[in-house]
Every structure is written in C-alpha cells, then in structure tokens.
C-alpha cells in the first residue's frame, strides 16, 4: 500500500528538524564545515528522505526497512548533537529542545510502523 509522504506526519516533523537543523550548524565554526557540520546536516536529510523514498514501496513491509533506515539516522543525529553541545558549538538548552523533538519523532516513527501491515 502506497503512502502519500507529503501527508504523512512523521514526514512533515522530519522536514521541520532537518530545518532547525541547517539553522543551528550555520553558527558552527568553519573548521567543522566538512566535518560534524555536514554530518549532522546529510543525517538530518536523511530521516525525511528516507520516509518519502520507503512511501513508493509496493509493501508495507518494504516501507517499513526504510523507517528503520529513519530511526537509525535519528540515533546517530542525536549523538552528533550531543557531541556537537559538548563541544559548546551551541547552548545546553537547545540540546535539551532539539533532543525532545528528536526523541517525539522517534516515537511517532514507531507508533506508525506498529499500523503498518507486516
């Protein structure tokens, strides 16, 4: 069953992050231009591309592999942005903030995938 990604919720949060995102590295130092910056701003993508691209699969089951691949992404950009906070690249209180958005996505990818038929 096909999925339009462009109604989907967990697609809209996706973009949304991956906009706080791209603000939040602008003020990263130059030296970290090709490092955690553009880390962190390919995995952020990553989470909303890979719900829309897992959207055209023929099977649920096929659209499912791809909101793993999402989720795996949000692990790894929650770390980076803990790496990324202690190395004081910005405040603690927009580690806690972007953490909790993070961790909302994370648990509405897996309240979807629990709808999906496996």
């Not at 130059?30 to 962190?40: C, M, P, R, T």
């Not at 701003?41 to 909303?48: H, L």
């Not at 055209?56 to 980076?80: A, H, M, P, V, W």
Request: with cysteine; charged share 25%.
């Amino acid at each position: 069953m096909k999925h339009n990604f462009k109604n989907l919720n967990i697609w809209k949060l996706a973009i949304e992050l991956a906009s706080h995102i791209y603000i939040l590295t602008d003020t990263y130092p130059k030296n970290e231009e090709f490092g955690l910056k553009s880390q962190i701003r390919r995995c952020s993508v990553s989470v909303a591309s890979n719900i829309a691209e897992g959207s055209s699969r023929s099977s649920d089951k096929d659209f499912n592999r791809f909101l793993e691949i999402s989720l795996g992404s949000l692990y790894e950009l929650q770390t980076q942005i803990i790496i990324s906070a202690n190395r004081n690249y910005f405040e603690m209180s927009k580690l806690e903030d972007l953490e909790n958005k993070i961790t909302e996505l994370q648990r509405m990818i897996s309240g979807f995938q629990k709808n999906l038929k496996l």
